[in-house]
């Protein structure tokens, strides 16, 4: 909540918007589902630095899961701070269910559950917040859940606030319930079910709440994984040969969610030798996707004619990097630089070669 995606321009206040509204279904949901309890973990706000009336929305919306308990943590970006976001006038309205979570304490949640909380109380740390929940005892059989934000060390940028992957079985836990990492992953019984709303474009599985079922204490949780997310953000980086190609892109485009509710990010590559009629297709598609897209990002000097790649070039550093670039599209770019890259994406070479003449032609006007 509150987050200011100031890179999408005006449509960031909608996007809050439909923050809201992601957040208004999982209330739909969890009543429709009778779940016990819903748990936020960690940085459901931005920052503390936040407008009151934003902090207002967000209690209105948690208050509509009553009488569904919603256990809140602190995370790094919402810590638990003296004149803090929780200290705001708007919580004065919350309902008694929102339960933010102040101590390192068990709280039972359940007549069987019971849960293990590990609230933050600041930006940036190296120690493992999960580290004083102590092992199952042999007389308990409780079912026991962990509730923490930070990264698990399996993740790609371990590092803030570190959780030890073998924490669920260290301390006994059926469940160990995560926030931090913004895409849906899960490790054994622990589990990041991501944000309910996508951020950013890189995010690889975002837009999901994770319903959990556990029956009883040390039995597998079953995990059903439901999507929530009002907006979908894609990128689309595509060399554009012909009209063909052309249609692939807008049917990939189409076929994934209404426009409407999409953000884009495209780079086109119009390969030289594109017939017009494909380029003027491509034109065509930018406007009509400026118009119905949620938010586009087109430049539009990559959606006019390609340069004439037979174009010359001037002797030098400038036509040797064209040569190399040639024979890398002939095939021998095994031992070449610049190798690695051609063999994740080969289309960058025409890009490349497209983009050296602009640079040239550019450079020369
Ligand atoms: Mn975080």
Redesign the pocket.
């Known amino acids: 909540m509150g987050l200011k995606s100031s890179h999408i321009g005006e449509k960031s206040r909608d996007a809050r918007h439909k923050r809201l509204q992601a957040v208004s279904l999982i209330a739909d949901m969890a009543k429709d589902e009778r779940v016990d309890f819903v748990i936020i973990a960690?940085?459901m706000f931005d920052s503390h630095n936040i407008d009151d009336r934003a902090v207002r929305s967000t209690v209105e919306v948690l208050n509509r899961f009553a009488p569904v308990n919603v256990f809140v943590l602190p995370?790094?970006?919402d810590p638990l701070l003296t004149g803090g976001i929780w200290d705001r006038i708007a919580w004065k309205e919350a309902g008694s269910h929102i339960r933010l979570i102040t101590e390192s304490k068990e709280i039972q949640v359940t007549n069987s559950a019971v849960l293990f909380p590990c609230p933050v109380t600041q930006k940036l740390s190296r120690t493992d917040p999960t580290a004083w929940i102590s092992g199952r005892t042999a007389d308990d059989r409780r079912i026991r859940i962990g509730l923490a934000?930070g990264a698990l060390d399996v993740l790609p940028s371990p590092g803030n606030f570190p959780i030890p992957s073998d924490r669920q079985n260290r301390s006994g836990l059926d469940y160990l319930a995560l926030g931090?990492w913004h895409s849906f992953r899960r490790h054994d019984r622990s589990v990041y079910p991501g944000t309910p709303e996508q951020t950013r474009f890189d995010e690889a599985e975002p837009g999901n709440v994770v319903i959990v079922r556990i029956d009883e204490a040390q039995k597998e949780p079953v995990l059903t994984k439901r999507h929530v997310g009002q907006l979908t953000w894609r990128e689309y980086s595509t060399p554009v040969n012909d009209e063909t190609d052309v249609r692939a892109l807008r049917s990939s485009i189409y076929g994934n969610r209404a426009v409407s509710e999409q953000l884009l990010r495209i780079r086109t590559a119009l390969v030289p030798g594109i017939p017009q009629n494909a380029v003027d297709s491509v034109k065509s598609l930018r406007e009509e996707l400026a118009e119905n897209a949620f938010y586009l990002d087109w430049p539009v000097e990559t959606v006019e004619s390609p340069i004439n790649i037979s174009s010359e070039l001037p002797d030098g550093i400038v036509s040797e990097i064209d040569g190399v670039l040639q024979s890398i599209l002939d095939g021998n770019h095994q031992e070449m630089p610049g190798s690695l890259p051609v063999n994740i994406d080969s289309s960058v070479v025409p890009e490349a070669r497209v983009l050296l003449r602009r640079l040239y032609t550019e450079g020369k006007s």
């Open positions: 960690g940085d995370g790094n970006h934000h931090d």
